[in-house]
């Protein structure tokens, strides 16, 4: 795109058209405080081998999962992604296809994201899954706003410790939305406690969530959470780490009425924090009710199966007062990544996947709680991922274990807690759980 410069006489007559009286005017609501005071320092000009070799140092200089072994955790994980995922879905008519608005030219498209709703709907065992959200904490915050339609009701229940990023979503959808109230129930050994939560419910509550496994990596009572919600007329709400449910039970099975989840485990990398994939599924009652795209199959007059888009309760195709939600897109690239990914895997090796995960986390755990000074912080069950208490520190281990090429875990401290949280996925092998041990012991 060529560069157009605006002249003085362009930008008085683009702020005289939008009512502004000058630029200042215009970005009055933007805080003095977070502006950029000073000229931007630009490199000069370069030529184009300059500037490649100029991002190549920049980029260099980045620590990465693909030269650090990583305990990282906290919403994003460090799986293996076969080279298959990358080389199907580069094909240009994945990698460059946009929306599916024309079902009679997208069929290939609408076909990938009808086969990755089905797949969603397996995995979680539930009715419905739509075309994907932005990701997982726009997927919850969306279910809990689907909730509140579906009961009149405008307080939600958090049931258990959900990731900090996603209750910050929650509460600015909530802000957004002019209405909601959220209450949080006090954890008991990393978990929600059930008399409790019993005790925060009333007429009011639209919703009672809960994350499995939760933030800090422990096993939340889903089914004891889920008779607590519909003994009081709430809709129940789980937000599950999809790969987990390779060995845990399903969403559908403990009787969700809204599933979601972060889809990043599948298949797709950790992005420098995105873009992710989340994950919307629901029970059939509420099907009009769901967010976003929905891709369903259909026959053409010929008998031949055909895709298009079904039900389509989004502010661009209905009058917008009608629309469940104003998500306008979906994320079916990552969503095609994710199908392409449990493909691979099958049944089995999904199951395999979430079993290393669980046991080599466990046996970490147990190398790690045998050195002086080190244990648990809870001793409730827990997937991949653990909270440490230490004798140092977490900012110091942190710290210590980068010179070690280690990305060591999550620093709570950032969240208003004490500890270090690890997670532990399938590409750790014994012998790297075994020097950070053995690393940690030394300190």
Same mark, same amino acid.
């Given at each position: ?12 007559? /683009? ?7 000058? *630029? ?27 500037? /490649? ?24 994980? +460090? ?25 009679? &030219? ?13 797949? /969603? $709907?397996?995995?979680?065992? /539930? ?14 915050? =969306? ?21 900090? $990023? ?21 954890? =008991? ?16 509550? !639209? !919703? ?9 990596? $422990? ?75 929905? &891709? ?8 031949? +199966? ?79 991922? *653990? ?35 690890? !997670? &532990? ?16 012991? !030394?300190?």
């Amino acid at each position: 795109m060529p560069f157009i410069v605006n002249t003085d006489r362009d930008r008085e007559e /683009m702020l005289r058209s939008i009512g502004a009286a000058s *630029f200042e005017e215009l970005i009055a609501d933007i805080p003095a405080e977070i502006r950029l005071k000073k000229a931007l320092e630009l490199f000069p000009a370069l030529s184009e081998q300059e500037v /490649m070799k100029l991002l190549e140092s920049l980029s260099s200089a980045n620590r990465s999962t693909s030269g650090f072994v990583s305990f990282l955790g906290g919403g994003a994980y +460090d799986h293996f992604i076969p080279s298959a995922v990358k080389s199907i879905v580069s094909r240009s008519e994945f990698y460059t296809a946009y929306t599916p608005y024309q079902a009679e &030219v997208s069929q290939g498209t609408l076909q990938a994201i009808y086969e990755y709703q089905s797949m /969603m $709907c397996r995995l979680y065992d /539930m009715d419905v899954a739509n075309a994907s959200m932005y990701d997982g904490a726009t997927a919850l915050a =969306e279910a809990v706003l689907m909730a509140m339609s579906v009961t009149g009701r405008e307080q939600v229940v958090l049931a258990g410790s959900l990731n900090p $990023c996603t209750c910050s979503v929650l509460k600015t959808y909530l802000e957004a939305s002019g209405h909601g109230v959220i209450l949080q129930n006090p954890l =008991e050994n990393g978990v929600g406690g059930i008399d409790t939560l019993n005790d925060l419910m009333n007429d009011s509550v !639209a !919703a009672v969530v809960v994350q499995q496994p939760n933030f800090y990596g $422990c096993l939340e009572e889903v089914e004891a959470i889920g008779a607590v919600a519909r003994e009081n007329g709430a809709l129940f709400i789980v937000s599950a780490d999809p790969l987990s449910l390779g060995i845990l039970a399903s969403p559908g099975s403990y009787g969700a009425d809204i599933a979601v989840g972060e889809g990043q485990p599948l298949g797709n990398h950790q992005n420098f924090g995105g873009p992710y994939l989340g994950i919307f599924t629901v029970r059939q009652p509420y099907v009009r009710k769901i967010p976003g795209r929905l &891709v369903g199959m259909t026959r053409d007059r010929d008998g031949n +199966d055909g895709f298009i888009l079904t039900l389509q309760t989004r502010e661009q195709h209905i009058r917008r007062e009608k629309a469940t939600s104003n998500i306008c897109t979906n994320q079916a690239l990552c969503a095609l990544q994710a199908a392409v990914y449990l493909s691979l895997l099958g049944k089995e090796g999904i199951r395999e996947v979430a079993g290393q995960c669980a046991l080599k986390a466990h046996y970490l755990a147990n190398r790690i709680t045998a050195l002086p000074g080190y244990s648990l912080k809870y001793s409730a069950p827990f997937f991949r991922e *653990f909270v440490l208490e230490t004798p140092v520190s977490a900012a110091d281990i942190i710290d210590a274990m980068l010179e070690k090429g280690i990305f060591a875990g999550y620093d709570l401290s950032a969240s208003g807690q004490s500890g270090l949280l690890v !997670a &532990v996925t399938e590409k750790r092998t014994r012998a790297e759980l075994d020097r950070f041990a053995a690393l940690l012991g !030394a300190l």
